[in-house]
């Protein structure tokens, strides 16, 4: 996430949340912390629920947010209406659901602002970006990513969130060597890329991606692109742009 003129890049990191900002440079200097306390704001909340409920943080399948009174707050029924879903554990959501919260908590203050939250991003814009793709783990420490996704002004606010078997940390039950997910939200997003690399195991399922992808379109998902063994699969709003 490279910042445009005018822009400035921190990070903000806050226990497990690593998050990587671009946002407008005549921002006042303290953002960095006013983000740092909204993100504890959102982790406390959501530590407590799994401390009531562990299941939420532990199920690779859907979890309901509990009907606790008060109701659980946005993010966790962000991440509960997204894991049903995409059929996925709720925790599958959470970079994407973090990452648009802070997004869209800091928007009023900057109308370009991009949150990366491990690989997992919310973008508000006001003029055009290229989102590289990872396409190519072995020749990219050395090139660089050779595909990009071209991402107009009017698209946004967007996310747009990857999953891999063969880059990163994240669990993935499938071997697809990268998805990416662009959708209305950021933790349909992050849940869907999550479920469609899991169906990735050769080759011959990346029809299987974009079939299931084309699902999801009803719910706000509004393309994916995937790669493995070489070969590349795009649905949707995804133009592809050659990176020099």
């Avoid at 440079?25 to 799994?50: N, T, W, Y």
């Avoid at 990219?140 to 967007?158: E, M, N, R």
């Avoid at 969130?161 to 959708?183: D, M, N, R, W, Y």
């Avoid at 195991?201 to 699902?215: E, I, K, Q, W, Y």
Wanted: charged share 20%; aromatic share 4%.
């Amino acid at each position: 996430m490279r910042a445009a003129s005018g822009e400035t890049a921190f990070q903000v990191v806050v226990e497990q949340t690593d998050l990587w900002v671009v946002a407008r440079q005549d921002l006042s200097e303290d953002m960095a912390q006013a983000m740092g306390d909204f993100v504890h704001s959102l982790r406390g909340p959501l530590k407590a629920h799994i401390a009531l409920h562990p299941e939420f943080a532990e199920s690779l399948t859907p979890v309901p947010a509990a009907p606790d009174a008060p109701p659980p707050p946005p993010l966790i029924r962000a991440m509960a209406e997204a894991a049903a879903i995409c059929n996925v554990g709720p925790m599958a959501a959470v970079a994407g659901a973090i990452a648009q919260a802070v997004a869209d908590a800091f928007a009023d203050q900057s109308p370009d602002i991009l949150v990366e939250n491990g690989g997992d991003c919310f973008m508000h814009s006001t003029r055009d970006r290229v989102a590289a793709l990872l396409s190519d783990p072995e020749a990219a420490p050395h090139s660089g990513p050779g595909l990009g996704l071209d991402l107009p002004a009017k698209g946004f606010p967007l996310a747009l969130c990857a999953s891999s078997a063969t880059i990163g940390h994240s669990l993935s039950l499938g071997q697809g060597e990268l998805v990416v997910v662009k959708a209305d939200t950021g933790a349909l997003a992050d849940a869907a890329a999550t479920a469609l690399c899991n169906l990735l195991h050769t080759p011959d399922d990346l029809n299987r991606v974009t079939d299931a992808a084309a699902s999801l379109k009803r719910f706000g998902l509004r393309g994916v692109f995937a790669q493995h063994g070489g070969k590349l699969a795009a649905w949707g709003d995804m133009e592809l742009v050659a990176l020099e």
